[in-house]
């Protein structure tokens, strides 16, 4: 069952604080952006991969691919101010798809079971993106005053691929562009159609790069992955 993959990677590093883009930090010896590209590489059910990048950075990440030998990457259109616009532009490169996954590109440790099981329930479904339970304590605040606890059996952290049938991603992001409408993710967008979408539980390694201590606690993970073995 094949699937194409958008990579929104026209991101910074502010919140890393680094001076670069924070995909091309690197996790072993190897860019994070490297790190999440092989995974769908080396996925025989991924037909392609397509990447949002900024134009002044296209020919470096460009000299990646060919180092690192990633050959599923067909187009590298220019991402928006936002993800949204990011992925919307890649959409529009996309032909004859029916199931569109959207990633973090800074989310290298996703595992090809989630990957294919989402790909599985939006086949059937429509929509599925995925997810892990909330394990902490949950609490309502405002003001900073605590106004109740929550309820978190229900509560899910959600994570990244998100998978669609084409057309339906497709529409969703149309009809929020007309509207001028800007989502948090692709689920939110989907929603709006008053489409269901349903979750796949993902791992709790399954993080993002986003400040310096997620390098740490990735450089951990991928120690245990390789018995501490070069990853290059």
Not at 61 to 82: C, R, T
Not at 98 to 120: C, G, K, S, W
Not at 158 to 166: G, K, N, S, V, W
Request: net charge negative; with cysteine.
């Amino acid at each position: 069952m094949q699937y194409d993959v958008i990579l929104p990677a026209a991101g910074s590093g502010k919140r890393m604080g680094a001076n670069q883009n924070k995909l091309f930090l690197e996790l072993a010896g190897v860019p994070i952006l490297i790190h999440t590209l092989r995974v769908f590489e080396q996925d025989t059910q991924c037909r392609a991969i397509y990447l949002a990048v900024k134009s002044e950075e296209r020919d470096y990440i460009q000299q990646q691919l060919a180092q690192y030998e990633i050959h599923k990457v067909v187009a590298m259109p220019d991402g928006g101010e936002e993800r949204q616009h990011s992925v919307y532009a890649c959409m529009q490169e996309i032909k004859n798809s029916e199931i569109v996954l959207v990633h973090d590109a800074a989310r290298p440790f996703i595992e090809l079971p989630t990957i294919h099981e989402l790909v599985q329930q939006a086949t059937e479904k429509g929509a599925a993106i995925a997810g892990v339970r909330a394990k902490d304590t949950m609490k309502n605040v405002q003001d900073g005053k605590i106004q109740e606890t929550v309820d978190r059996s229900n509560l899910w952290m959600i994570q990244t691929p998100q998978a669609f049938r084409f057309e339906l991603l497709n529409r969703a992001e149309q009809q929020a562009a007309e509207d001028g409408f800007l989502g948090t993710d692709e689920a939110m967008l989907v929603e709006r159609l008053g489409e269901a979408i349903y979750i796949v539980e993902s791992s709790y390694e399954n993080i993002k790069m986003t400040t310096k201590e997620d390098l740490v606690f990735g450089e951990a993970i991928l120690n245990r992955r390789t018995g501490g073995h070069s990853y290059v």
